[in-house]
Structures are given as C-alpha cells and as structure tokens.
C-alpha cells in the first residue's frame, strides 16, 4: 500500500470539497490558521504570483467563455482551486524538466529543511538514520529478503516506488527513505499537539483516532479481542501506537501492519525488536510484505478483522484507487467491525493553500496525485463501499475550534452488520416521540400532562430469543421499573402491565384508572427485526393494544402504538416513539436480579415459604395434562405426570407440617466443665443460603426441577430452574408457568445450553443442585470451585442388584420389578437396576424368567428413547454383543427406539460394564455367592442405590457393612426408595453427594445452620478478658493449665 509521507506532511481525512458562493475566491489564511499548516504546507507555500489573476484573464477569454463559461460559473471555490492548480502543474512540470538540476535542489532543499528543523525539535533525525545505516547493507537486504514476497505491484504504486515521490528521487525502493522514515512521521504531527514531545505528539494522535474507533466498536463487537490491521503501515511507526493505545485501553489481541515497501517493513520488523520492552504483550505486533487492495494473499478472509486503520495513505493515490481500498476494507472487516481513517482535511488544504503551492506539490511528484484526492469524496467512497460513517471529526479539538482549521481528519465507518436477535441485546433509552397526542387522548391525560407525558424519560434493556424475551423497563418520573420475561410464541399470557403508562403522569388520572389483569400474546412480525404485543381489553374495555417493536438500525429501535375498538375502527394510528442504544451490555442475571430481591428479605419468613409451597403445587396440579403433553413431546419416558403429582401432594403436606420447627432455632446444651463456663446460651439457627440453582436433567424434567424448588422455597431461599435444553417444550412449560405462578419474580427460569449454566454459576449463585451424569458434573464443580459455591450432586450410576437364591415366587417378582422398570422409564432412570450379580444357583432359572417376562410386554419391549443421540449411545454399547442378547434382538428397530434386552455375562472390560448404560439393556453376572457380589460392587465406583434381593439376613448385614452406595434398597424396587420424606435421599462418590430431592435433608442441604451463643454478660478469652478460674472445682496448677488450653 501507499506509504505515509517519509517526511512531514499536512495530515487530514479526505472530505469532498466544500462548496463555496459561485465566483467566491479563496482568501489569504489567518495567522491562527496557519497554526494548522503541517511541514509539506509550509515547504511548499513560498509566494507562487498572482495565479487568480492570471486564471481569471484566462476564463474570461470570450472563446473560453463560450465553450466552458456555464461550467466555470457552477464551480464551487474548491474545485475553482484545484482546477487552477491542475492548469498549472503542465506549465510547472515542464519547467523542472528544462531544469532538472533545479528539481534535484528543491527536492534536496526541501528534504535538509526538514531534518534541520527536526533537530531544533529535538528529534535527532541524522543520528537514528544513521544508526539504522550502521547496520550494514548486508544485513538489511538479508532481512529485506526474508520479508519480501512476491508481488504484482499496483501501476500508481510502482512509479512511486522506482521513481520520485515525496522528497527522494528513487521513492519508496530505497533504503535512505526507509531509515529516515521514523523521524519524518514524528516530525509530521508535532504542530497538533505542540506542549508534547513528538513521540508523544504522536501517539496522542493514535490514541485519540483508535479511542473513537473502539467506542464504536464496542457497540457491536463488546468483546475484548481484536484483530487490527494496519493498511500502509510504513515503517510501523502507526502501527506501534495503535499497538500501544490497545494496551492502554484495555484491549487484547493482535495488530498487523501491511506495506507494498518491502524496505519499509523490513525496517518495521527490525525495529519491533527494538521496542519490545515498550509493550505488555497482550497486543501481538506482526508486519507483512502486501498490498492492501488485495488481501487475500496476506491471509485475510472476508468478515476475518474486527479494526481496519489507514492512516496517511489515501492522499498518495489516485481517486479511484482510494475508492478500490475502502472496498477492500469492507471486504475483510467483520459485520459490525470498523475502520479507523486518518488523513490529510481537504477543506483546511484548499482553504490555506494557493493553487501553485497544491500544483507544486504534484509537478515535484512530492505527491503526485493530490489533485486526485482533493476531489475525493471520502464518505461518499466509504458508503459506496458499504460501510456507515459514524463519526467525522478532528483531533485536539482544545487547540483546534473547527474541522476546517485542523489540517487533519478522522474518520470512522463501521460495516453494517445485518440486524439479528443480538442487536436487541442492549440499553436503549428514549430518544423522542412522534405524533403521540392521539394516544395520550385516547387515554383520556389531561391536556395539563401531555408535555411530561411526551417527554418522559423512558428506559428499556432486552435480551430477545428465537420465542421469548427479557425486558427491564425503567420510566424514573412514575418511579415504575419492571423486570419480565415473555413469549414469542403467539400464545395469551399474563400482561405485567396493570395500566397504560402514559396515565401515570397525572394524580387524577392514575387515581382514576385501576389496575386491571389483562392478557397480552406477541408474535414475529418479521423475524429477527420486528415483532408486536397484542393486548386485550387494553387500556379500556372493548379496546385491543397493538404494540410493534421494529429494529431500524444497529441502534435505533422504533415502537409503533395502534389501538382498535371492538368494531375494528382504529382509535389510534401511528403514534410512534424511536430509541437509541445506550450500550451493548446484557440485561442483569437472573441470579443478579434474584440476589438483589433475596436481599430484601422477602423469603425469610414462614408466611413467604408456605405460600411458595402452595404455588408450586397448584403449578402441578392446575397444568398436570399440559406436562404430560409436553413430555410426550419430548418422549420422555413415562410422560405422564399424575404419579409425581401424588408425590408432590405428599411432599408438600410434610414440609408444611413440619417446617415451623424445623425453622425454629434450636436449643444445644453446653459441653465445657461447670467451672469454665459463663452464663448463656447456645442455639444453632437454620438461615436460608440465599440464591439456589435447579439444574434439571432430560429424564424427569418437571419432576427434578419442582421436587428440588420445594426444598429450596422451604428453607428460605430464592431459584433459578435451569431446565434441561434436550426436553425442549417441557423447557417452555416450565419457563411460561413459573412466570405465571410466581409474578413476583422470586423464581425465575433460564432457558437454554451450557453457556447459560457457565453464566449462572459465574454469577455466582449460593448453592447448585446438579442432577445428570459424572462427566458434566466435575465441569459443574469446576465452575463452582473458582466461587466455593456449595454443591448437591445426583448423579446416578451402574446400580448393581444382587439376586440370591430364592425361591420361584420370590425369583417372579425379582424379575417383574426389575424389568417392569426397565421398561417403564426406558431404563432412563437414576435408580434404575443398571446390572445384575444372580446367584449361580439360580441363574438359568432367573434368565428363563426374564426372557420370558420382555417377550411378554410384546410391542413395549420396545423403549422410546429421549432422542435418536442418546438411543444410538445405547446401540453403540449393545454392538459386539449380539450373540448374548436375550431375548434375541427384533430386526428393523427405529433409529430412536432400544428394546429391553438382556446381555448374558458380558466382557466385564467392556463400556457395557464400565460405563451407565441408562436405558434398557441388562448386564447379568453369574456369582457363587453373596460374599463374591459384595467383592463385585466394592471394586466398582459407589452407585446412587445397590439392590439386595434375599432372603437371607446374613445377606442383608453383609451388603448392609461391607458395601458403599449412596442408598441400599433391600428387597424392594425404588419406588419403595421415595415414599419416606423422613429419609433423605442422595449419593456418594463417584454417584454424587448432598441430599437434595426431599424432605428435612433438603431443607437442611439448602440451609446454613449457624451457631449462635448469646451470653448473659461478656464471655472473654483465656488469651483475652476471661478472668482466672474461680476457686473450687478445680485448684491450682492443672486448674490454670486448663484455662489456657
């Protein structure tokens, strides 16, 4: 790409040129404008005649007039300038070429003018070039060897760098131009910022050109990471500060500089060595051989960069080559990513410069296409291009008033991202309302309030999804802030809007007006950008609200009211209201917002958790054929949910029965001997934990989120349901009925994947029950551990059940338990038997009767699996033991079904015995003894629930002492597990830990129990206020020994 000048230029953005009165002429520059004037200005201003004169004599040459008098009328000032400079430069061009020797002296006086005012500077131009000389010309064509790749360099490019530009005579292909570079670009902008060194001069201009870049940035792209690149980097001098102003400003990532010189990055890269120490590393600096207008070859894909700058380039190239470059930009830049674009300000140039000067500049070949830039409409290229220019202004605005006294411009465009589902996420605020009279009349506001009504500061954040949204709704002036979530789905809900705001304004009005319930529904009116709230019997009787919410840009959203009456006429039409976003920034947690309503101790008293109770049974009772549908849906096994439902009932009943004592405090007797103790009490206080997470599994979705929530509400505390995102319309159920049940928002669901528990536990919670399997629950504690956030755990297991020699009834209804669960839940069941240990004795018998017990469920041998995923996880363990199935397997098995199976003594290395199976397969191992299946289970991991089935007691005692499980069932099926709330009921091991389903181990998991000792006067420390002990009861040396222990 074009370089930045290798020595001091006029800096400013490229604008189109400001028009001007026709016929105006330009006028001579103020001495405060010429503060603006960079050193290429002032080299080139030396007093070049009277050109207006002379142009003036020949436009109004009547032949002139007669073919271009109407053109030459309609120029602006602007174009008159640079047309007298482009009738010039032929005439200046032809005179050096007379006199080349005076063309080498201008270029050379120019050039020590430069260096010699460097020094006066203090930047000690001739020293760092010739250190970078001392280097060797061996060395520096070895690394430019390295670095150069093969290019076909661009026509306007290639005569700058073979020939002339700026001032040297062999252009960009050299080596002087290259170490002299470094200097040239400090000395460039040091008269912006004159109370500074010039390195610093120039890294302030940097700073201030990548801080207005990254606001804009953030606004779609908040993340930290960036990828930058630095399209005609030069020696890296830009590149360097940009780096620098990225560490500054918080942000990590990379930043590549690309130039067409390979002299020039060669240079770059050396001095990257230089200046390492300068850095943090949180930035990568890398420079590449390239051309800008074709990136490809560097590596750069399409929508790959977050940050594109391009700094003094564009006045070095022709108009339709700049035009090329923002395409380019645009092509690499991310949706939503932005250029940073830094160059000379035409308007400071054309206003402060003659037309010999500017012509000067071109026949030189100092640059020799500035007439092509002084007419380049660089917005207008930029939106050609397709990115949006949000900000066009200038640096220092302290030191300059205006853009057309700075003689430099910055840019920032932004490549339009498309309008998705995260562009709503956000902070917008009310920017204005339009034609909103007809509404504030249909509500009947007096006309005294509809200037407050109109103006009211009004304040929104979102989250949205495909179905659903978040809405945290501020109006400070009514003191009004709700937080809800609602959705998208076409279906009635409850409204949290109990009147229409806009009557809040007025005392009489909001007296006059009640409260009413009222059912909203939305729907998709064009997804992801527009979707609409219908309201019934809102905001009167008889009336329907029609609310559309429309995104009509990355940050402006447009609100629409239409309200009809029953006979279809509209009441109002077209009262809008537009929104701009304030910020990018999420919508609090859920957690966050229920830690901040925990805070107000809304839960704490028994009146709260009775009546929470209540709630979550009616949610079940009120709903139990929509969850038993939407279970269906999601085929989970069984889907119906009245047997939970009596669960439920029971749990409830228990907990409300017994919760006031087990809330109470409770009394602890003293342990110390008489003579230590000091008057008082001790209690130990059940205190609820604060903010609990429900992390529900596919298997039971409802079940495991309610039965959990009834422990959590009982000891106090608030939730967060998260239920699981594979049963996905129970999800929804769940998420729509808490809403309904719980208006108050002391329960709230989060839909959705890992990435929401990630956030949930980060934020952080103060307990989380997890219920699934092993390998999701060490990430689970992983998470927590970075927060200590306590942890339930139920996470099943290989349930081994052990069946004894028995007799032939017994042996029956072993087996009609066993397989009548295995089919009933599909084996997806934490409690499910997962294998069997059989007697020897017993073992043809036992397996006679099981195959004879599946043959008999006919078509329900075959078992629905949660999905086609899970059933080919089971398939995939069953492959390989195909010849000791039993019964033998059905051909023709859907993709989703399993059929209960029984594997006959299995590879005992293999995943069947290693891993859960969870569905409806049967490992079955013969043993000699119960003593030989005590050793099976004590070599394996601790299951959730072991199964003795004898009758033997010795039996019973052994499993009882020698075994390890979270819970031992003998001789009973699990149902018989979960019939006692007096129990708890919870792992061990590698099958969990915490008691987290039922009952006072719930409450008690959920609780802290805080000790508390109340003394009736001070009760001091030995080491501290505690007086010696008295006498009596123990004397002398061992009576004082003790009192220090």
């Given amino acids: 790409m074009g370089n930045k000048s290798s020595r001091p230029q006029a800096s400013a953005a490229s604008a189109p040129m400001a028009p001007s009165p026709s016929g105006a002429r330009p006028t001579a520059p103020s001495p405060s404008d010429a503060l603006a004037q960079g050193q290429v200005q002032k080299a080139f201003a030396n007093d070049h005649g009277d050109w207006d004169s002379v142009f003036e004599s020949l436009s109004s040459h009547h032949y002139v007039q007669e073919k271009y008098g109407q053109m030459l009328e309609d120029l602006t000032n602007a174009e008159r300038k640079v047309l007298q400079a482009r009738t010039l430069v032929p005439l200046q061009a032809a005179a050096f070429a007379k006199k080349p020797a005076s063309l080498l002296a201008k270029r050379s006086g120019v050039l020590n003018g430069y260096r010699d005012f460097a020094e006066k500077k203090n930047i000690p131009w001739r020293t760092d070039a010739a250190q970078l000389e001392q280097r060797g010309v061996a060395v520096w064509e070895a690394e430019r060897a390295a670095k150069k790749r093969k290019l076909v360099m661009p026509p306007y490019y290639e005569a700058c760098y073979n020939g002339p530009i700026h001032s040297y005579n062999s252009g960009n292909g050299e080596w002087m131009a290259a170490f002299d570079a470094p200097s040239a670009y400090l000395l460039v902008h040091l008269h912006h910022y004159p109370e500074l060194s010039a390195q610093a001069a120039f890294d302030a201009l940097h700073e201030e050109l990548d801080r207005q870049a990254l606001e804009v940035l953030a606004e779609t792209s908040p993340a930290r990471f ?198 709503w996420t956000g902070r917008w605020a009310l920017d204005r309302r339009e034609n909103w009279l007809p509404w504030l009349q249909c509500l009947g506001v007096p006309e005294s309030a509809h200037e407050t009504a109109t103006k009211a500061p009004d304040f929104h954040q979102y989250r949205v999804t495909e179905d659903g949204f978040y809405m945290d709704h501020q109006i400070p002036g009514q003191s009004l802030h709700l937080r809800f979530s609602s959705f998208i789905d076409g279906t009635w809900h409850e409204s949290p809007y109990k009147k229409p705001t806009s009557t809040q304004f007025d005392e009489e009005q909001k007296a006059k007006i009640a409260e009413n319930v009222t059912e909203w529904k939305h729907e998709w009116v064009a997804f992801p950008t527009c979707f609409e709230s219908t309201t019934k019997e809102f905001p009167f009787p008889g009336k329907t609200f029609v609310l559309r919410r429309e995104l009509i840009g990355l940050d402006t959203m447009k609100y629409s009211v239409k309200v009809t009456s029953e006979d279809g006429s509209l009441a109002v039409e077209n009262s809008t209201a537009y929104y701009k976003k304030t910020s990018t920034e999420p919508p609090v947690s859920v957690a966050i917002e229920l830690k901040e309503r925990f805070a107000t101790g809304i839960s704490r008293s028994l009146e709260w958790r009775q009546e929470a109770l209540s709630k979550i049974l009616a949610l079940a009772e009120e709903n139990m054929d929509a969850i038993s549908a939407a279970q269906a849906e999601d085929h989970v096994s069984p889907s119906a949910f009245m047997g939970a439902i009596m669960m439920m009932k029971s749990a409830v009943a228990f907990y409300k029965a017994n919760l006031s004592s087990w809330a109470a405090a409770q009394a602890k007797d003293e342990t110390l001997p008489p003579f230590l103790r000091t008057e008082g009490d001790w209690e130990v206080v059940p205190e609820p934990k604060g903010v609990g997470l429900v992390i529900a599994p596919w298997n039971a979705p409802v079940l495991l989120c309610l039965l959990p929530l009834m422990g959590m509400v009982a000891a106090g505390n608030l939730c967060v349901l998260k239920p699981s995102e594979t049963a996905k319309a129970t999800s929804r159920l769940i998420a729509k009925l808490i809403t309904k049940y719980f208006p108050g928002r002391e329960v709230l669901v989060a839909e959705g994947g890992p990435e929401v528990v990630v956030e949930l536990i980060n934020t952080p919670v103060d307990h989380i029950l997890f219920t699934g399997g092993g390998s999701i629950a060490k990430k689970i504690l992983a998470l927590a551990a970075k927060h200590i956030t306590p942890v339930s755990l139920e996470l099943g297991g290989k349930n081994p059940c052990f069946v004894d020699a028995s007799d032939a009834e017994n042996l029956a209804l072993y087996v009609a338990e066993i397989v009548g669960t295995k089919s009933y839940f599909g084996g997806q069941f934490c409690q499910a038997h997962d294998y069997c240990l059989v007697h020897e004795k017993v073992f043809d018998q036992f397996l006679e009767l099981l195959e004879e017990k599946i043959n008999a469920l006919g078509p329900r041998r075959s078992c629905q699996m949660i999905n086609a995923g899970h059933a080919q996880r089971i398939k995939a363990m069953l492959a390989g033991h195909e010849k000791i199935a039993r019964p033998p397997l059905p051909e023709g098995e859907a993709e989703d079904k399993v059929p209960v199976t029984v594997l006959v003594c299995p590879d005992l290395n293999s995943e069947l015995m290693k891993e859960e199976v969870f569905g409806p397969l049967l490992p079955i191992v013969k043993v000699a003894s119960a003593a030989e299946a005590i050793d099976f289970v004590k070599g394996r991991p601790k299951p959730l629930v072991a199964y003795c089935y004898s009758q033997d007691e010795a039996a019973w005692a052994a499993f009882r002492d020698a075994t390890s499980s979270g819970n031992l069932s003998i001789n009973a099926g699990p149902q018989r597990m979960q019939s006692n709330l007096n129990v708890g009921f919870g792992g061990v091991g590698d099958s969990g830990f915490g008691y987290s389903i039922w009952g006072r181990a719930a409450f008690d998991d959920y609780s802290h129990h805080k000790a508390v000792f109340t003394g009736k006067k001070f009760a001091g420390s030995a080491w501290g206020a505690a007086p010696p002990p008295g006498k009596g009861g123990g004397k002398g040396k061992e009576t004082e020994d003790a009192a220090k222990k």
């Fill in 226 to 423: 960036v990828r930058v690149l630095d399209i005609g980097c030069g020696v890296g001098t830009s590149t360097f500060s940009t780096a620098r102003s990225l560490e500054q400003l918080g942000r990590i990532g990379s930043i590549t500089g690309v130039d067409l010189s390979d002299y020039f990055v060669t240079v770059a890269e050396h001095l990257k060595q230089v200046r390492a120490g300068e850095f943090n590393g949180t930035v990568s600096i890398d420079f590449m051989h390239g051309d800008g207008l074709d990136l490809a070859p560097c590596g750069f894909a399409d929508g790959t960069l977050e940050m594109v700058t391009v700094s003094e380039v564009t006045h070095e190239m022709p108009k339709k080559v700049s035009e090329q470059l923002f395409r380019e930009v645009a092509r690499v830049l991310a949706p939503g990513g932005v250029l940073a674009y830094l160059d000379i300000n035409q308007a400071q140039v054309l206003k402060d410069s003659s037309p010999g000067a500017i012509a000067e500049r071109i026949a030189t070949s100092n640059e020799p296409y500035f007439d092509q830039f002084l007419e380049l409409d660089t917005a207008a290229a930029m939106r050609a291009a397709g990115l949006e220019v949000v900000k066009d202004t200038w640096p220092n605005h302290k030191k300059y008033a205006t853009l057309e006294s700075s003689s430099l411009r910055i840019m920032v465009a932004r490549k339009n991202a498309a309008l998705s589902l995260d562009t």
